[in-house]
């Protein structure tokens, strides 16, 4: 990929690449055995400061399918910046791998790997961000929909990481996204800005609101935990803050909503019940799915020579 070494943001991407990854991440997923040697002889360090289900399984099977080797790390062999410094955690690894797959507690933790290493830095989930999972909740689309620009995203629940990727990277492909979060728990003003920078720009649309009827119309619903990770807040306690944010046939029908996402994990009958989650509008499975087919896009652009 063109003048890109490292993949901490979607907003590092111009149109194009963006596109191009969306575009490349669908040959992968149709012919997989075209790309079945783009990583001889590579080896990627996927590093974890939080729990994961599907990041980690996507990559090390992801990488596995490219011919690539992935050797998985937690905390239980020294904490990043507690054993040692991040800076020597980089320094280290860049001299044995072909590519850092991160999941850090804080974006300053990849800004620090990516500085002190020479090899590309990818971001698979941060305070800010959650790029990969974007790339995903994208393809996910296209496959429903011809023309991603003429497509409606809502999301509902807490401002966050996977929120903040999606008004970044809905604003590229010039999306109309709203992100419909109670008040107080907004997405981060400044990246509400960029995105709506890039909108401008693209032709896209970003709306911020608290008001769930602002859903009308729209095409796709997409809905996160109610509580990220670091945050202990236990879930029973933000129920009430949620709940007429849930995503449930009643809103589906009454707003005409086609499709539903889900980043996962879910907390079934709280953020979405069960008969959405396993109904016919649930492309969340395709979606999970389509984690590794991103990801590998990503890895065949920055990592395989
Ligand atoms: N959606 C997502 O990133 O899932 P995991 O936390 O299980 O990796
Ligand atoms: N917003 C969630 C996403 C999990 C994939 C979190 O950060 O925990």
């Known amino acids: ?121 990818i971001n698979s989930l941060c305070d800010l961000y959650h790029p990969c999972q974007g790339l995903a909740d994208f393809q996910t689309i296209a496959e429903n929909y011809s023309d991603l620009s003429k497509v409606k995203l809502a999301y509902l629940g807490e401002g966050n990481n996977v929120t903040h990727s999606l008004l970044l990277g809905g604003a590229i492909l010039g999306m109309e996204v709203a992100a419909i979060c109670p008040k107080g728990y907004s997405p981060d003003a400044q990246i509400v800005q960029q995105a709506q920078a890039l909108a401008a720009k693209h032709g896209g649309k970003i709306i911020v609101s608290d008001d769930i009827n602002a859903i009308k119309g729209f095409d796709v619903v997409y809905g996160d935990t109610w509580v990220s990770m670091g945050d202990d807040t236990p879930l029973e306690a933000v129920k009430s803050r949620y709940m007429p944010y849930q995503i449930n046939q009643q809103m589906m029908n009454d707003n005409g909503i086609s499709h539903v996402l889900h980043c996962q994990p879910a907390h079934r009958e709280l953020e979405i019940t069960s008969e959405v989650m396993d109904g016919p509008s649930s492309i969340i499975f395709d979606q999970a799915e389509n984690r590794m087919h991103a990801q590998n896009a990503v890895l065949v652009s920055l990592i395989a020579k």
Do not use: C
């Open 1 to 121: 990929m063109s003048q890109l070494n490292s993949l901490l943001s979607l907003n590092q991407l111009n149109q194009d690449q963006l596109l191009g990854l969306l575009e490349l991440a669908a040959k992968i997923k149709q012919k997989p055995q075209d790309y079945s040697q783009a990583l001889v002889g590579k080896s990627v360090v996927t590093l974890f400061e939080k729990q994961s289900l599907r990041t980690r399984v996507t990559f090390d099977i992801g990488i596995n399918r490219l011919g690539g080797h992935a050797v998985y790390l937690d905390q239980q062999n020294g904490a990043m910046g507690v054993r040692e410094t991040v800076k020597d955690f980089a320094s280290n690894i860049t001299r044995w791998a072909d590519g850092i797959v991160a999941r850090v507690n804080s974006h300053k933790t990849l800004l620090e790997l990516r500085e002190y290493s020479n090899v590309p830095v």
